[in-house]
């Protein structure tokens, strides 16, 4: 039965929503929520009975459907069975948690870590944990949404820093009490455009202000740094990164994020984070397909440099088209389209020629800067590249943007 009586701000909120999204379905420039119905190998998939080509995974390294990767998802339920007994802090600790944690630390080359249920928990619930009223948080302008989730629930004061500009990040942090605590946070790569922070940068203005460092690597881990471990071991700087964040969702096949730190944090956290006190451990099919992940990242090292090769000559391809990819220097790689309306046009031109890529539109970034986001992976051969640079350019063309 209706409710006569609400015609409020939450009635008006989901109706605008859903008439712009009614609206882009009509025009038939809705790409969003497509189911994929087969994976055939890492570069490929089967959308709409149509096999596309796939650039728009976080599957950096192409492990997701890996054999040993799903053997070893297939061993855990066929020995724990497919859930666990609760939470981490009660029955929900496996042996398999502390072993998929023991990993994370050696990779990491961190004294410990601790895994929850996602990435975005993750975020949300480290950085409530560690500021609180009277701290000071500083955050990139363009951190993840779930680092801006963390920072507004901690109920810290919120500074937010221009983009990837040290003098900004530096002005702000001397404007902070000396004896407040001091949280900075960024991406490692940064998820829409694909820069990397200035490393060596937010390290130095750490340590002069005595600051605490927390660095998301979703889009950093197996991506940067010859091993792929990362942002540490990409500018040579091991060791200078307080709190290590990253997800078990993109370069590893699985689902959950970590943390990995000295002892005493992995500790804290362990009796202070509410997602880890409150939330259901990881469940086992989950943790084993992740721990066998970073085996097969050290036993395949040749895939970390197969995707800097293939990142590599898609940008320079792109540009040598004439597209703006803009600071991209990994894996994400923005198309530059300028209007929503040009975005969704792209899109569809390149699904119709079986080139699977997503746009983003405002507000995910700002107004004019509407692209394409899209990834290439090292399971990518040359020629899949050259054609989808191909089917771009085609697009580009017709559409007006090159
Ligand atoms: C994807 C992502 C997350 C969230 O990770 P999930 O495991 O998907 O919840 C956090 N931070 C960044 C930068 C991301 O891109």
Same mark, same amino acid.
């Given at each position: 039965?209706?409710?006569?009586?609400?015609?409020?701000?939450?009635?008006?909120?989901? +109706?605008?929503?859903?008439?712009?999204?009614?609206?882009?379905?009509?025009?038939?420039?809705?790409?969003?929520?497509?189911?994929?119905?087969?994976?055939?190998?890492?570069?490929?998939?089967?959308?709409?009975?149509?096999?596309?080509?796939?650039?728009?995974?976080?599957?950096?390294?192409?492990?997701?459907?890996?054999?040993? =990767?799903?053997?070893?998802?297939?061993?855990?339920?066929?020995?724990?069975?497919?859930?666990?007994?609760?939470?981490?802090?009660?029955?929900?600790?496996?042996?398999?948690?502390?072993?998929?944690?023991?990993?994370?630390?050696?990779?990491?080359?961190?004294?410990?870590?601790?895994?929850?249920?996602?990435?975005?928990?993750?975020?949300?619930?480290?950085?409530?944990?560690?500021?609180?009223?009277?701290?000071?948080?500083?955050?990139?302008?363009?951190?993840?949404?779930?680092?801006?989730?963390?920072?507004?629930?901690?109920?810290?004061?919120?500074?937010?820093?221009?983009?990837?500009?040290?003098?900004?990040?530096?002005?702000?942090? +001397?404007?902070?009490?000396?004896?407040?605590?001091?949280?900075?946070?960024?991406?490692?790569?940064?998820?829409?455009?694909?820069?990397?922070?200035?490393?060596?940068?937010?390290?130095?203005?750490? +340590?002069?202000?005595?600051?605490?460092?927390?660095?998301?690597?979703?889009?950093?881990?197996?991506?940067l740094g010859k091993n792929g471990k990362g942002i540490e071991e990409h500018f040579g700087?091991?060791?200078?990164?307080?709190?290590?964040?990253?997800?078990?969702?993109?370069?590893?096949?699985?689902?959950?994020?970590?943390?990995?730190?000295?002892?005493?944090?992995?500790?804290?956290?362990?009796?202070?984070? +509410?997602?880890? #006190?409150?939330?259901?451990?990881?469940?086992?099919?989950?943790?084993?397909?992740?721990?066998?992940?970073?085996?097969? =990242?050290?036993?395949?090292?040749?895939?970390?440099?197969?995707?800097?090769?293939?990142?590599?000559?898609? =940008?320079?391809?792109?540009?040598?088209?004439?597209?703006?990819?803009?600071?991209?220097?990994?894996? #994400?790689?923005?198309?530059?389209?300028?209007?929503?309306?040009?975005?969704?046009?792209?899109?569809?031109?390149?699904?119709?020629?079986?080139?699977?890529?997503?746009?983003?539109?405002?507000?995910?970034?700002?107004?004019?800067?509407?692209?394409?986001?899209?990834?290439?992976?090292?399971?990518?051969?040359?020629?899949? =590249?050259?054609?989808?640079?191909?089917?771009?350019?085609?697009?580009?063309?017709?559409?007006?943007? #090159?």
């Open positions: 039965m209706e409710n006569e009586r609400r015609d409020d701000s939450i009635e008006r909120r989901i +109706r605008a929503m859903c008439t712009r999204v009614q609206q882009i379905q009509q025009e038939g420039l809705y790409f969003y929520n497509i189911p994929i119905e087969e994976l055939h190998g890492g570069a490929r998939v089967l959308v709409n009975g149509r096999e596309m080509g796939m650039f728009a995974s976080y599957g950096y390294l192409g492990l997701l459907g890996h054999p040993r =990767i799903n053997a070893a998802a297939q061993r855990a339920v066929a020995k724990y069975g497919s859930g666990t007994h609760g939470v981490r802090t009660l029955a929900g600790t496996l042996t398999l948690h502390r072993e998929l944690e023991d990993m994370i630390a050696e990779f990491k080359g961190a004294e410990a870590a601790v895994t929850f249920s996602s990435g975005y928990v993750t975020n949300l619930t480290t950085v409530s944990a560690l500021v609180g009223r009277h701290d000071y948080v500083f955050s990139d302008k363009l951190n993840h949404a779930s680092i801006v989730d963390g920072c507004l629930l901690s109920g810290a004061k919120f500074v937010r820093f221009r983009h990837n500009d040290m003098n900004d990040l530096e002005e702000k942090l +001397r404007e902070a009490p000396t004896t407040a605590g001091k949280l900075v946070v960024a991406d490692a790569v940064f998820s829409m455009d694909g820069d990397i922070i200035d490393l060596p940068g937010v390290v130095d203005l750490c +340590r002069r202000y005595g600051a605490w460092l927390m660095i998301d690597e979703a889009h950093s881990l197996g991506v700087l091991e060791g200078t990164v307080d709190i290590k964040m990253g997800t078990l969702s993109k370069t590893i096949p699985s689902v959950g994020g970590y943390i990995a730190g000295s002892a005493d944090l992995i500790r804290y956290l362990r009796h202070q984070s +509410r997602a880890y #006190i409150f939330s259901a451990a990881l469940p086992p099919a989950q943790a084993a397909a992740a721990l066998e992940a970073f085996r097969v =990242i050290q036993d395949e090292v040749w895939r970390v440099e197969a995707l800097r090769s293939n990142a590599e000559m898609f =940008i320079k391809g792109l540009k040598r088209r004439g597209f703006d990819t803009m600071k991209t220097e990994t894996a #994400i790689v923005p198309v530059l389209c300028g209007t929503d309306e040009k975005a969704f046009a792209m899109t569809r031109e390149a699904h119709q020629e079986d080139v699977f890529v997503l746009p983003v539109v405002s507000p995910a970034v700002p107004e004019g800067l509407a692209r394409l986001r899209a990834t290439v992976t090292a399971a990518h051969a040359p020629e899949d =590249i050259e054609h989808a640079m191909d089917v771009f350019e085609r697009a580009g063309k017709k559409i007006g943007v #090159i």
